[in-house]
Structures are given as C-alpha cells and as structure tokens.
C-alpha cells in the first residue's frame, strides 16, 4: 500500500476524531488534524487522546480563533489548501 496523505477534519466529535488520526498512523500514512467548530473540551478522554498524538507525531492545527494559542490557526485559504493537498478528508 502506498502512502497516503489522509486529513481529518474533527468537526462533531473532537474525542473520536483524534482517536481515527492516530490509528491512521499505524498504516504509515501521513495524518494532519484540525479541530473545527469550537474549542476541544478539557476532559480526561481528551487528555489522553491529546498524548496518543504525540506518539504518534500528529501535530494538530485549529480553525477556531479561540485555540490559537496553543496551535496553529489556519485561515481559509489555508484550509483550503490543506483540504486540496490531502489525498482523502475524513470528516468526524
């Protein structure tokens, strides 16, 4: 199998989509993730999911102005372009 270039987009669920992006490592894939709609709640799934990854050296990136703190804040054209770039969106 070929890699991949796979971007998930954690709109609905941020907890499920953080699971998907790091199983989606095991396949050699390259994962991006950016967290859409509002900022991640602070909880303990959420914490545990936030260290699954950095094992896996996902390196998340938000389109939600409140999260730029702490990631990378994409503005529209560069959403765009991350969403042109991927080889498959996934959408959670």
């Known amino acids: 199998m070929s890699e991949k270039s796979i971007l998930v987009l954690a709109r609905r669920d ?8 790091a199983g989606l490592t095991i396949f050699g894939h390259r994962v991006g993730l950016v967290f859409m709609t509002g900022p991640v709640a602070e909880t303990a799934e959420n914490a545990a999911n936030a ?4 094992l896996t050296g996902i390196a998340p990136q938000t389109t939600v102005a409140a999260m730029a703190d702490d990631l ?4 529209a ?3 765009a372009a ?11």
Do not use: F, K, N, T
């Open 77 to 79: 054209s560069a959403m």
């Open 14 to 21: 941020h907890a499920e989509a953080m699971r998907v992006a």
């Open 72 to 75: 990378p804040l994409l503005d």
């Open 51 to 54: 260290e699954l990854l950095e």
């Open 82 to 92: 991350s969403i042109a770039g991927a080889d498959i969106v996934l959408s959670l």
